[in-house]
């Protein structure tokens, strides 16, 4: 590892908001200098880009770290993306750590800044298993920060006739923070507004917490089958597969019908992108080990439902139908299906090997 980069990422916080390295900085610092990668052992061809980096982040997410290993092999063959990777990790270390390590999130936007894709001097592959491995290895993660960023954006188009007092306390925070922002008042904060576009706008959100309880969730994960070398819960919205899957079940499949009539009775406009946000909430935002403001999650159901034009009720049953339908197998079926359609078979170059031991 380069030493001059190895030296700036020491002298990191003390150079940008005024604050020596602490013990757990120098720690991370020296363990990714000595950190040995496991080898590859995955190629997934470049057309698949989103597919993967679907699965890498939901893998993290679900604390699978021989699963998002192998996608980062996937991912190290292709080298022309590499910037935009280094992005998404910066997001995904904002959107599902977030307030459950704080400094393990500002220690990865700090790598992205220190070792860009252009400045990583062949260690990229290195870099990126360390820092996916550290994440996985958390006991908790947090999707608050990614609801912070959710409620923030919902509220400059939906308003709720009522909010309770808690509620105003959330976004009186969120808005309060944002304002902050335009006007930095320390070096922290000049770090935060400077940085942020390295994590989709989330990176404002480190250290912002609220006046109430913080509590620990353990539900079950979702499981998954593996779908042409990919774990099924990465065929999402944000995939032209999701997409075609979603479409199909909102214009009827068989076994989902009670889906289909419910967002017909309500005139759901864009049902499509409405079941694949209620997938998400029941697949793939599933985050193992999560800690969640009881009120925050409220919130931001309550503000889905309205931006919807259903009520809390049907939201929300919506939602267990959904988990109803990807327990039978329904919306795997539909995901396989389409993959058929757009793939055919499974190519030779799409290898299931799974991650050797070092």
């Given at each position: ?158 308003c709720l006739p009522d909010y309770s007092v808690e509620d105003q306390e ?189």
């Amino acid at each position: 590892m380069n030493l001059t980069r190895f030296q700036e990422l020491l002298a990191y916080p003390s150079r940008n908001w005024d604050e020596p390295a602490s013990t757990r900085w120098f720690s991370l610092c020296t363990r990714m200098r000595d950190y040995e990668a496991p080898s590859k052992q995955l190629a997934i061809s470049k057309k698949r880009k989103w597919e993967v980096i679907s699965a890498f982040q939901k893998s993290i997410r679900r604390g699978d770290k021989l699963m998002a290993l192998r996608l980062i092999s996937a991912m190290d063959k292709m080298p022309e993306e590499y910037g935009y990777f280094w992005k998404r990790l910066c997001v995904i270390a904002c959107e599902d750590i977030g307030p459950a390590d704080d400094l393990l999130a500002t220690f990865v936007a700090a790598c992205e800044a220190v070792y860009s894709a252009r400045k990583a001097d062949g260690v990229y592959y290195d870099l990126i298993c360390f820092l996916t491995e550290e994440m996985c290895d958390l006991s908790n993660r947090s999707r608050i920060y990614c609801s912070y960023s959710m409620i923030d954006t919902m509220l400059s188009t939906t308003c709720l006739p009522d909010y309770s007092v808690e509620d105003q306390e959330i976004i009186s925070a969120i808005t309060q923070r944002r304002e902050n922002l335009r006007e930095p008042k320390s070096r922290w904060e000049e770090w935060l507004k400077k940085n942020d576009w390295r994590a989709g706008q989330l990176l404002r959100y480190i250290g912002l917490t609220l006046p109430m309880e913080m509590t620990g969730v353990q539900l079950a994960m979702p499981q998954h089958r593996m779908l042409f070398s990919l774990p099924s819960y990465c065929y999402d919205m944000h995939t032209r597969v999701g997409l075609e899957m979603l479409r199909r079940i909102v214009r009827g499949v068989r076994g989902a019908e009670e889906i289909t009539e419910l967002l017909e009775r309500n005139k759901v406009q864009d049902a499509h992108r409405v079941l694949g946000d209620a997938l998400f909430f029941v697949e793939g935002g599933s985050i193992q080990g999560e800690l969640i403001y009881g009120s925050v999650c409220c919130l931001e159901q309550r503000l889905s439902a309205h931006r919807y034009g259903l009520s809390l009720h049907d939201w929300l049953h919506l939602q267990m139908m959904v988990l109803a339908a990807l327990e039978r197998g329904i919306v795997d079926r539909i995901r396989e299906e389409v993959l058929h359609q757009y793939y055919g078979e499974a190519t030779s170059e799409d290898s299931t090997s799974l991650i050797e031991s070092r």
